[in-house]
């Protein structure tokens, strides 16, 4: 099986320009999940989905990200305006909910924002 | 304000020594912790887990120990082998949540 597919695997780009990534979970599971990954702070969630309706929002820095689930194969995380404060790796996971806290984790996006 | 902390930023240990990963966390309603193992380029894979009604669980050549009355929680790896060279995240989840909060990581490295 596919595992959690995300594109793309690298983006550079100037400050001020918005960033899109995307998210394909693996089929079946029914939570998606959004972290970002930086040195100081380690593995940080920004938002979760649930049967893609978003549950926790509540590590979304601020207003300038926003992410969607229009389905269950798809989500997408946007940065608009996008700063160089922003540079990390964002990892997108999802979950079928059997056993607590098992996550199956993309392989990342690196982000860059110069 | 971290809810789960790894204090420590990298190890090194020898081949066939145990390597020791620590983990603290403040938030008293977390019930679930696991660990995570990350090669670079790829994202997290689960590694072990414990419930709060356990105080070890054992997979193979990894144990995980939890002390309650400390916060605090730790990875033992034995023999260590060059392959569990990566970085670590401890993680915790309260109520049943799927929702996990990490640590910063720990880089192991294991010398041959």
């Known amino acids: 099986d596919a595992g959690v597919i995300q594109s793309p695997r690298h983006e550079v780009t100037e400050m001020g320009q918005e960033v899109t990534l995307r998210c394909k979970p693996i089929s079946g599971h029914n939570s998606l999940f959004w972290y970002r990954q930086t040195m100081m702070r380690g593995l940080e969630l920004l938002i979760y989905f649930n049967n893609n309706v978003p549950i926790d929002d509540s590590g979304m820095p601020e207003d300038r990200f926003s992410a969607k689930m229009p389905n269950a194969s798809f989500s997408t995380l946007k940065i608009q305006p996008s700063e160089p404060r922003d540079s990390a790796v964002y990892f997108c996971?999802?979950?079928?909910?059997?056993?607590?806290?098992?996550?199956?984790f993309g392989e990342g996006s690196r982000l860059t924002v110069l | 304000d971290q809810q789960v902390k790894q204090n420590s930023p990298s190890l090194s240990v020898q081949e066939g020594r145990i390597s020791i990963l620590n983990c603290d966390y403040t938030n008293s309603m977390f019930d679930y912790f696991l660990w995570y193992k990350k090669y670079p380029a790829e994202g997290p894979t689960f590694l072990i887990s414990?419930?709060?009604?356990?105080d070890k669980n054992e997979d193979g050549r990894f144990t995980v120990f939890l002390n309650k009355s400390a916060k605090h929680l730790s990875l033992h790896i034995v023999p260590s082998q060059p392959g569990d060279s990566a970085v670590y995240f401890c993680?915790?989840?309260?109520?049943?949540?799927?929702?996990?909060?990490f640590g910063q990581g720990t880089r192991l490295t294991i010398n041959p």
């Open positions: 993680a915790a989840s309260a109520g049943g949540a799927q929702k996990l909060v």
């Open positions: 414990i419930s709060s009604i356990k």
């Open positions: 996971a999802s979950s079928p909910g059997g056993i607590v806290g098992e996550l199956f």
